[in-house]
């Protein structure tokens, strides 16, 4: 699963070391004490364990009638199943206690059942032999109701979800989901809920005609019943899987089909959206094959299905057919957009479903690795520079978390709730220390590793220690250190460190520290400690030197005739750390030209120009902007050029409006913005503001450059954008903001036309909110305004007019409002309603 922002949406493995070298807790020892609200601590986290098994599954049968309509199915599930103890007479099976059990057959002989709080025990008229299979049938029904998800799991909700069409909306066609993880499939089909124990699977389910249903696996036979106007899906899924990974997708879809070496590929959006499944899904198949080839496993799965549905955030690795939020959705104009989510819900086949952790402590197992692979089809596809900048944000996120929240082991049986895996050190730490052992064993171990790995644990559940193994069985090389550092214990290194130059001996001395708490359990680290001398020569300007520090505080000496012109520790960003450290003033220039990774360049120019920008400064960021080559640190050049508001610039912004990546057009677009008004860069400005083709990020950035220089000259390519069909609205709300930041009467005009039909409500609502910010003396809006507290189908552009009738204190709106606030469809709309009045009625 990729987190929703992700959080997207949507949802990694490592290896291991010998249970003697690190002390296990026992279950019957007190948790340590920890902060309160710590989830990996006292008296929040609790140890736990994987489940004991009293049977395995090996095959499990759904068959659903499903009515949209009424909001409700009938079914019934058939769990092959075989007992693991002698004896066994009660089975049983996770299942939510919205469902309602309606019998219970084993082996064609009907038994008793009880059924309460979410688990459903089904009595055996006879002992189960150990190891002989059982046909165990359960009919059910899922009583009618808006939805039986549950407003909890790593995406929000878990279980079945109803997409509610609304006929004011005409993009919200009908259909349903299913969320499993963590342990959400049986609040939709009783079964064994938990990833230590897989089987293989068909799910049968009768719809609507209109309707398409995509499941597990490969597709069966589809059958049309044109007399009960319904359609039955069949699919059959031949490789073992955790059952959290069952999923069906269902609804008013577009739909594409195509193959990839043979296999079936199959992408579905939301009835209307089929414009948007070239762009969103184009690298599917380069993802398929990168990843192939990078492990030596191809795909392990009959097809693989792309869906996007509504009312979903992020994405979920649904065995052979991930579900994705239909909101990540792009088209041409975002190019690569989805490139992430596509990623990591692929790496998600290999891990995570292929081999799945074995219990959620070990969740790493799954999210660091798709969270690795996603960056590494970032390096694969834009270059390492792009690939460095992706990982140092994932270290930001994992040490926000961690210097803010808590500190815990990437694997861990102490915890609150399995949901509360689903974190930074689990996402971004596993993918960091991934990398580093990526680093230590080098690409043909390490990747031969990860097929090994993979192979001889398909499809099966494994812990951090199977990952262990497979590396040494490999490679022949001892990891146990490895995984105590990074795997079982919490926390990282935090290192500062200091250089100086001796004339005399003609050595470089560098001083380095590990300044992290140990009391916390947090080791003195044994690291692979590069530093890098760098000269200011336009070639071999950095010089590499590899080291092991293993101590708290140690002096690294370097022999060099001459005194570099600044020094780096890890230049190329590959440990996982926190560096308390600020290069000298000296050293800036130098980094920013020099420095191997962007990261540091980017640093360099950073504090460069919170020092200011003086004519020197404005003409090293014009060359090191000349010789810049990763367009994140160009953009970051090319705004602080514009802060300098130096005519200096002016050229070498024009020029760069014809850089090839978007994100530089854009940036020189801003800047040129921050500089005074000329004709030539006004109809810079306009060309690119009114375009119907260039990126989105180069329209918006024009569009907020022409409101600061010239709106109102400029109204007319404001009112375009406005009324542009755009994805999701994009431009249209950027311009209308655009618009607000003027404060300049003479746009009012422009707002208050965006607040009608047949501009889109999202469109609507964003002009209100504009209206809220601009001339609150001027009472012109206030009609617009009011003629949106009619719109009782839209309770969130009554919201919005409401909202911006107090923001601009009109209380000539009292008598509307006190209206509205007793007749307003919508409870909350009353209840804004009613707060407005008294905010309005205050002296």
Request: glycine content about 4%.
């Amino acid at each position: 699963m990729r987190r929703a922002p992700l959080l997207p949406v949507c949802r990694v493995a490592l290896a291991l070391f010998l249970a003697v070298s690190l002390p296990q807790p026992a279950c019957t020892q007190p948790p340590p004490p920890g902060p309160p609200e710590n989830p990996f601590a006292a008296p929040i986290a609790r140890y736990q364990y994987a489940r004991d098994r009293n049977y395995d599954v090996r095959h499990m049968r759904v068959v659903l009638q499903v009515h949209p309509a009424q909001r409700t199915f009938q079914g019934s599930v058939t769990h092959f199943l075989a007992a693991l103890r002698e004896d066994l007479r009660d089975i049983v099976l996770d299942a939510g206690s919205n469902l309602k059990i309606l019998s219970c057959r084993l082996n064609g002989v009907e038994c008793r059942f009880t059924h309460a709080e979410d688990r459903l025990t089904v009595i055996s008229p006879l002992p189960l032999a150990r190891g002989r299979e059982a046909r165990l049938e359960i009919f059910y029904e899922h009583p009618p109701q808006d939805s039986s998800s549950r407003g909890q799991g790593p995406n929000g909700r878990e279980g079945w979800h109803w997409i509610t069409p609304d006929p004011d909306r005409p993009e919200r066609v009908p259909g349903f989901w299913t969320q499993g993880q963590t342990d959400g499939n049986h609040f939709w089909v009783p079964c064994y809920d938990y990833p230590n124990d897989l089987c293989t699977s068909e799910t049968v389910v009768t719809v609507p005609e209109s309707y398409t249903v995509i499941g597990n696996g490969r597709e069966g036979k589809v059958t049309h019943n044109p007399k009960q106007r319904t359609r039955t899906y069949r699919w059959i899924m031949d490789r073992p899987h955790a059952t959290y990974l069952l999923s069906l997708v269902g609804g008013e879809m577009d739909v594409k089909r195509t193959l990839w070496r043979g296999i079936p590929l199959i992408y579905t959006v939301p009835k209307g959206q089929g414009h948007l499944i070239e762009p969103s899904f184009a690298d599917t198949p380069n993802i398929l094959a990168f990843f192939s080839e990078k492990l030596g496993v191809k795909y392990p799965y009959a097809k693989y299905a792309q869906n996007a549905v509504l009312d979903f955030g992020g994405g979920m690795e649904n065995v052979s057919a991930s579900t994705l939020g239909a909101d990540s959705l792009t088209d041409a104009r975002a190019p690569a957009a989805m490139s992430a989510l596509n990623a990591h819900e692929l790496a998600h086949q290999w891990f995570g479903d292929m081999v799945t952790c074995r219990d959620w402590g070990d969740l790493w197992l799954n999210e660091g690795f798709a969270t690795f692979f996603q960056q590494l089809y970032t390096e694969h596809t834009r270059g390492p520079g792009a690939h460095d900048l992706e990982r140092h944000a994932s270290l930001q996120d994992y040490l926000m978390e961690a210097n803010t929240r808590y500190r815990r082991p990437l694997s861990t049986r102490l915890y609150a709730d399995p949901d509360r895996m689903f974190d930074a050190h689990s996402y971004s730490r596993g993918a960091l220390v991934l990398h580093m052992l990526r680093r230590q064993l080098g690409d043909s171990d390490f990747f031969g590793a990860l097929g090994h790995y993979l192979r001889t644990n398909a499809f099966q559940p494994v812990t951090s220690w199977d990952l262990s193994k497979a590396i040494e069985q490999y490679t022949g090389r001892n990891v146990e250190e490895f995984f105590e550092q990074w795997v079982f214990r919490p926390g990282h290194p935090r290192l500062q460190f200091q250089w100086e130059y001796d004339e005399k001996d003609r050595t470089v001395r560098v001083a380095v520290q590990q300044v992290q708490d140990a009391t916390t359990g947090v080791p003195v680290y044994r690291l692979p400690l590069t530093i890098a001398l760098i000269r200011n020569v336009p070639t071999n300007a950095v010089e590499r030197y590899r080291f092991t520090m293993d101590q708290a505080r140690q002096e690294f000496r370097i022999a060099s005739l001459n005194r570099p012109d600044a020094v780096l520790i890890d230049p190329d960003h590959d440990l996982l750390k926190e560096l308390d450290h600020a290069p000298a003033d000296a050293e800036l220039p130098v980094l920013l030209l020099r420095a191997p990774s962007p990261i540091d360049r980017q640093d360099a120019a950073q504090r460069l120009g919170q020092a200011g920008m003086d004519s020197a400064r404005v003409d090293l960021f014009l060359k090191a902007l000349r010789q810049e080559k990763e367009p994140a640190v160009a953009a970051t050049l090319l705004r602080l050029l514009g802060d300098s508001r130096s005519e200096a610039t002016r050229a070498a912004l024009r020029e760069e409006v014809k850089a090839a990546q978007p994100e530089r057009r854009a940036a020189a677009l801003t800047a040129l913005g921050a500089l005074p008004p000329q004709r030539a860069d006004l109809a810079l400005l306009k060309q690119f503001a009114e375009s119907d083709t260039e990126p989105y990020v180069v329209v918006e950035a024009a569009l907020r450059a022409l409101a600061k220089l010239d709106p109102i000259t400029h109204l007319d390519v404001f009112r375009h954008q406005i009324r542009a069909r755009t994805l999701r609205d994009r431009l249209a709300k950027v311009a209308l903001q655009a618009l607000a930041e003027t404060r300049q009467e003479a746009v009012l005009p422009v707002l208050q036309e965006a607040t009608r039909p047949p501009l889109s409500v999202p469109v609507r609502q964003a002009a209100a909110q504009a209206l809220a910010q601009i001339a609150p003396d001027n009472p012109s809006p206030r009609e617009a305004l009011l003629a949106l507290l009619e719109e009782d189908r839209y309770p969130e552009l009554q919201e919005a007019a409401l909202r911006a009738l107090m923001a601009r204190k009109d209380r000539e709106a009292l008598p509307v409002l006190r209206r509205v606030a007793t007749e307003a469809r919508a409870s909350g709309v009353r209840a804004l309603a009613q707060e407005a009045i008294n905010a309005l009625q205050m002296p």
